[in-house]
């Protein structure tokens, strides 16, 4: 990405006072990949779907009887650009890194199972689930990866393991079910 680019720049402030608004809003921040330049100054490359999340986190910090500003078309001199885009490689980078050992994670969990030989269409579903959360939250994580590459080879290959080792467990169970069926 161009260091010229535009930026958009939320500047707001929340009363201290319940916390769980400023939590929220901390969280609505983080949800969307802005980066902190100071507290309640946060940044992100100016794109039609950054404009609309950061509009609806102004918002909520109106609601919450806070003040909030959105600059758009910001211009940020060039290290200050490029710090910005460093912190948000690093943070996704780090989320990355999360959803990898989750990944681990579920292959050992699979494993587990296969050696206990508990083959069954309910610990399958489990199994299903668990993969389904890590590819919903590797695609939140893509989707705020602004300035990387999306997810890097290891995980990749992790996740096409998770598929593999699940495809197998799906197939020895169903031939167990089968095995075991009155017939």
């Known amino acids: 990405m161009p260091i010229d680019t535009a930026w958009l720049l939320l500047i707001y402030t929340v009363p ?28 992100l490359p100016e794109r039609p779907e950054t404009t609309t999340a950061m509009r609806a986190i102004a918002a909520r910090v109106d609601e919450f009887e806070g003040q909030a500003t959105l600059v758009e078309a910001a211009r940020l001199d060039a290290a200050r650009a490029e710090w910005v885009v460093n912190q948000s490689r690093i943070a996704r980078a780090a989320e990355y890194a999360d959803i990898a050992r989750e990944a681990e994670q579920l292959l050992a969990h699979v494993a ?35 300035f990387g590459d999306g997810p890097d080879a290891r995980l990749v290959g992790l996740l096409e393991a998770c598929e593999q080792e699940l495809a197998a467990f799906l197939e020895e169970t169903a031939s167990r079910a089968a095995e075991t069926a009155p017939g």
């Open 112 to 146: 587990r199972e296969t050696q206990h030989r508990e083959f069954t269409f309910g610990e399958l579903e489990e199994l299903e689930a668990d993969l389904g959360k890590i590819k919903r939250w590797t695609e939140q994580v893509r989707a705020r990866d602004y």
């Open 16 to 43: 201290a006072e319940p916390s769980r608004k400023r939590a929220a809003i901390w969280r609505d921040v983080k949800k969307v990949g802005a980066v902190y330049l100071r507290d309640g100054v946060c940044a």
